[in-house]
């Protein structure tokens, strides 16, 4: 089966450093993708990982753990512009297509 | 190419239309989906195509619901008999699968259904 975890919300302040946490079960695995998306808008690519280890994109890193199913997104420095929800998605390689969970809602506060 | 479009952008309905929305992918893409997005949910998956191939279907889609490719291009997604439920966001995107690439989506920016 396919499942993808991921917290619902989170709060974090201004400046401040937050890791948005991940867990996956699929059939077939060939990566980790975390999009991000503002209220409205479409959702927009954040990182890639395929391998175990960091991806790192300016104040945004990824990391993943294949072994446990498991990856990250922590973002630093943070600003009010980075109040979006977090969309955590594994790539099923068989198929190709691309799994969501359901999403962490982050709100930055001053 | 400026990206994925979709259109209409909104769509107001009364249950029982019909309604079809389209969707031009990025130009040199291979690969084509939707996806179904309600609030505070992320995106679900319903169909995709590669070329003009309908690849899987999801069982969410009932058979009020068919999408085309025709010539591997622009795709349809039509909505039959339509119900209050079928009220969401419909999302299309496109990627490049080969070898080297991993297939990274790229999100139009959706058609937003609402049933009367």
């Known amino acids: 089966g396919q499942n993808i975890d991921q917290p619902t919300e989170m709060t974090a302040t201004e400046g401040a450093i937050v890791q948005i946490n991940c867990t996956y079960q699929?059939?077939?695995?060939?990566?980790l993708f975390w999009y991000q998306q503002h209220a409205g808008e479409a959702p927009t690519f954040l990182s890639y990982?395929?391998?175990?280890g960091f991806e790192e994109k300016g104040r945004f890193s990824s990391f993943l753990s294949r072994s446990k199913g498991y990856s990250y997104l922590l973002l630093k420095e943070l600003q009010m512009k980075d109040s979006a929800s977090y969309l955590c998605?594994?790539?099923?390689?068989?198929?190709?297509?691309?799994?969501f969970g359901t999403g962490t809602l982050l709100a930055v506060q001053p | 190419d400026t990206g994925v479009s979709q259109d209409p952008r909104h769509k107001i309905t009364k249950r029982g239309q019909n309604v079809t929305f389209r969707c031009d992918p990025i130009?040199?893409?291979?690969?084509l989906y939707w996806y179904r997005q309600t609030l505070g949910q992320g995106p679900e998956f319903l169909t995709y195509?590669?070329?003009?191939?309908?690849?899987?279907k999801s069982r969410l889609l009932s058979d009020r619901f068919s999408a085309e490719r025709p010539k591997g291009s622009f795709s349809t997604l039509e909505i039959q008999r339509t119900e209050q439920g079928d009220s969401a966001m419909y999302l299309c995107?496109?990627?490049?699968?080969?070898?080297?690439?991993?297939?990274?989506?790229?999100f139009g920016e959706g058609s937003r259904l609402t049933v009367l």
């Open positions: 995107a496109s990627s490049l699968v080969g070898l080297y690439t991993p297939g990274e989506l790229f």
């Open positions: 699929t059939s077939g695995f060939n990566g």
């Open positions: 990982n395929v391998l175990d």
């Open positions: 998605a594994a790539l099923d390689g068989a198929t190709n297509k691309l799994i």
């Open positions: 130009s040199e893409h291979n690969r």
């Open positions: 195509f590669q070329n003009e191939a309908q690849l899987e």
